[in-house]
Nanobody, 120 residues
Framework: VQLQASGGGLVQAGGSLRLSCGAS????????MGWFRQAPGKERHIVAG????????VYADSVKGRFTISVDNAKNTVYLQMNSLKPEDTDVYYC??????????????WGQGTLVTVSR
């Protein structure tokens, strides 16, 4: 599985960004998809996850009601719509695919990180 993330950038607090993750490879339907975040020197944590069918989602408590994860099966793309952004959302965000990502909250395949910076 290959993953290509895009969409990060600089935004003011209260603003919005949409991250995209294009996936390629065989049997993508076997995998859950997710977005994780990581600060320098810290562990990577899940932000949101979704089943390939789109039927199941999980969110970190800190983003519930503000972020929405979605999947477009026809385009093999996963999105993370980030609204009402806060400075504490600043981090490098990684797209991931995982066989049981929703359950174990860990990815098996990773895209490159994309930096999200929220200014005050």
């Amino acid at each position: 599985v290959q993953l290509q993330a895009s969409g990060g950038g600089l935004v003011q607090a209260g603003g919005s960004l949409r991250l995209s993750c294009g996936a390629s490879g065989r049997t993508l339907s076997r995998y859950d998809m997710g977005w994780f975040r990581q600060a320098p020197g810290k562990e990577r944590h899940i932000v949101a996850g979704i089943s390939w069918s789109g039927d199941s989602t999980v969110y970190a408590d800190s983003v519930k009601g503000r972020f929405t994860i979605s999947v477009d099966n026809a385009k093999n793309t996963v999105y993370l719509q980030m609204n009402s952004l806060k400075p504490e959302d600043t981090d490098v965000y990684y797209c991931a695919a995982g066989y049981r990502l929703l359950r174990v909250q860990r990815g098996d395949y990773w895209g490159q990180g994309t930096l999200v910076t929220v200014s005050r």
